[in-house]
């Protein structure tokens, strides 16, 4: 049975700290994705990463990718109070159409 | 383009009541799929479609009937309505799952259900 799983669960941290969010996964995917979710909205795609190494950015966000490891992580640099979400890693299941998402990382940042 | 609708965005059920969830997209996605989301979890898949006509199972179809006659639109039908479908329901849509293209998921903004 393929799994994805996130951790922390949840984490609470001070505004201008760094902190990692780990997705850790049980099958054979050379894709991965980051999504962000807002308390009460919908899922907002935030990187596609396509193969082992990849590593993308977006202001105080980066994401890699290590297909060997069967692991992804979400950098967050300098937090401040907007990167409060919820944010979910996604794995697509190679042979299939089906996307298996991660149980997801509720953050909260602090003034 | 409006993207991922969805209809309606509540609605309280009675218990072995019956409801059709409505979701449609205008960006000529091929794939669109049907996910549950219960309070302070992830996803889980019920059902998804590759295509007009082609449907398919997903973690969760218990409960769930699917059908994909355009590209366009994909309903959700729940029969016999039960408290353990209390949920979020989000539709979603992507442009290809072929492995040469992103496959980002476009998400609708949501069905929030309630049985009772």
């Known amino acids: 049975e393929l799994k994805v799983e996130q951790n922390p669960l949840f984490l609470s941290m001070q505004e201008g700290k760094n902190y990692t969010i780990y997705c850790n996964y049980s099958t054979t995917s050379d894709r991965l994705y980051w999504y962000r979710q807002d308390p009460g909205k919908s899922l907002e795609s935030l990187f596609v990463l396509l193969s082992n190494g990849a590593v993308k950015q977006e202001g105080r966000l980066m994401a890699s990718l290590d297909t060997k490891a069967r692991l992804s992580t979400l950098h967050i640099t300098a937090a401040v109070h907007d990167l409060s979400a919820t944010y979910f890693c996604?794995?697509?299941?190679?042979?299939?159409?089906?996307?298996?998402f991660g149980t997801g990382t509720r953050l909260k940042v602090l003034a | 383009n409006a993207g991922v609708t969805q209809t309606p965005k509540f609605r309280i059920l009675k218990i072995g009541q019956s409801m059709t969830l409505q979701c449609a997209q205008d960006m000529n996605h091929n794939y669109m799929y049907w996910y549950r989301q219960d309070p302070g979890m992830g996803l889980k898949l019920i059902y998804y479609?590759?295509?007009?006509?082609?449907?398919d199972k997903g973690e969760v179809p218990n409960g769930y009937n699917v059908s994909r006659s355009t590209t366009e639109d994909f309903p959700l039908r729940l029969e016999l309505a039960a408290p353990s479908q209390t949920s979020v329901y989000f539709c979603?849509?992507?442009?290809?799952?072929?492995?040469?293209?992103?496959?980002?998921?476009?998400f609708g903004p949501g069905t929030r259900l309630t049985v009772l």
């Open positions: 979603a849509s992507s442009y290809s799952a072929y492995r040469s293209y992103y496959n980002e998921q476009f």
């Open positions: 996604a794995v697509d299941m190679e042979g299939t159409y089906k996307y298996i």
């Open positions: 479609s590759v295509g007009a006509g082609i449907t």
